[in-house]
């Protein structure tokens, strides 16, 4: 994916996202794009505290598309997935990851939440320990602000 190609879908993922709020959920979203970086396959938003939208959304591309086709997309989400969501990622055989804004800055954000019991264990350093060359690319500046003020707003509530 280009940065063009990446802004747009962080951004489609931050709608999702919106929409995940709007519906009183928290607001996380995440797309699957194609191998092309233009076409969105899947997109989710956040469910609950155990079903995030990431590792939903890994899970539902495991049932409908062969590995190599997962293999070939990208998955790109609002905020760097948790140890979960990026272990669901990694068995699901996703090749790529585009995350907007990274799980430290929000857990600056939700202190000790009870609702988001933030791991603080980057991403980058699960798929480190695996056997697939996960490919990733994260925190983008361009879309991170834009992801954060539906955090801050959502939080301080």
């Given at each position: 994916m280009n940065e063009t190609q990446i802004v747009r879908a962080l951004r489609r993922a931050n709608a999702v996202a919106r929409a995940a709020l709007d519906a009183g959920h928290h607001p996380f979203g995440a797309v699957l794009v194609a191998a092309d970086g233009e076409t969105v396959l899947l997109e989710q938003g956040n469910i609950d505290t155990v079903e995030h939208a990431e590792a939903v959304l890994a899970r539902e591309a495991a049932?409908?598309?062969?590995?190599?086709?997962?293999?070939?997309c990208t998955l790109v989400t609002t905020v760097e997935p948790c140890?979960?969501?990026?272990?669901?990622?990694?068995?699901?055989?996703?090749?790529?990851?585009?995350?907007?804004?990274?799980?430290?800055?929000?857990?600056?954000m939700t202190g000790r939440?009870?609702?988001?019991?933030?791991?603080?264990?980057?991403?980058?350093?699960?798929?480190?320990?695996?056997?697939?060359?996960v490919r990733v690319i994260g925190p983008v500046p361009a879309v991170e602000e834009e992801i954060a003020a539906l955090h801050r707003d959502f939080w301080r509530r």
């Open positions: 049932q409908r598309f062969d590995e190599a086709t997962r293999w070939s140890a979960m969501c990026a272990g669901t990622q990694y068995w699901a055989h996703i090749g790529r990851l585009v995350y907007g804004m990274g799980e430290r800055r929000l857990l600056q939440h009870a609702e988001n019991p933030t791991l603080d264990l980057p991403c980058r350093e699960i798929f480190a320990r695996g056997q697939k060359d």
